[in-house]
Antibody, heavy 119, light 111 residues
């Protein structure tokens, strides 16, 4: 059974930086697009960024473009999100996800890591 | 880019059937697959429908999905409602560059 475990969240001041990590296990990490989703307190789900299997394609929601960088290390089966110039509106639980795959619909979500941006 | 619009909330009694809609603002709903996620309070989302109408293993057949090109919308139907179905439900699709687009979410109350 696949599993995703995020780490790296915490409290940071506006303008600060954090690096989130996501460790994958139980599936062939290198074969799948990977995605970061966030959920602000009491709000809905928001797609943040995703990255192709080999890292050659990366996409970002407009609100984080130029501030966040998604990356992956297939040898370590890990996904990352470098977050710079953080703003209060970036406060959210950040989920690492592998979307449902064709044929089985199997998808995985981590438990989420909370990022709080406040002075 | 397009938006997906869902009703803010729906409610229905146990044993009944409820349908949650998800309307695409521009472009065809059939252009990109629609997924539906269930999120119970304090938990991460789980997939209940993928590729418009497919059900992952382990999801009861009380859950079904469909798309309707005439209304440019997708629908999640839950029959034989149980109290355990009470949750937030999100539709999600993709744009032409594989960016995910979520609906705003629908709170289902089973009372």
């Amino acid at each position: 059974e696949g599993q995703l475990v995020e780490s790296g969240g915490g409290l940071v001041q506006p303008g600060g930086s954090l690096r989130l990590s996501c460790a994958a296990s139980g599936f062939t990490f290198s074969s799948h697009w990977m995605t970061w989703i966030r959920q602000a307190p009491g709000k809905g789900l928001e797609w943040v960024a995703n990255i192709k299997q080999d890292g050659t394609e990366k996409y970002y929601v407009d609100s984080v473009e130029g501030r966040f960088t998604i990356s992956r290390d297939n040898a370590k089966k890990s996904l990352y999100l470098q977050m710079n110039s953080l703003r209060a509106e970036d406060t959210a639980v950040y989920y690492c996800t592998r979307g449902p795959v064709s044929g089985t619909g199997k998808g995985y979500w981590g438990q989420g890591t909370l990022v709080s941006v406040s002075s | 880019n397009f938006m997906l619009t869902q009703p803010h909330s729906v409610s229905e009694s146990p044993g009944k059937t409820v349908t949650i809609s998800c309307t695409r603002s521009s472009g065809s709903i059939a252009s990109n697959y629609v997924q539906w996620y269930q999120q119970r309070p304090g938990s991460c989302p789980t997939t209940v429908i993928y590729e418009d109408h497919q059900r992952p293993s382990g999801v009861p057949d009380r859950f079904s999905g469909s798309i309707d090109s005439s209304s440019n919308s997708a629908s999640l139907t839950i029959s034989g409602l149980k109290t355990e179905d009470e949750a937030d439900y999100y539709c999600q699709s993709y744009d032409s560059s594989n960016r995910w687009v979520f609906g705003g979410g629908t709170k289902l109350t089973v009372l």
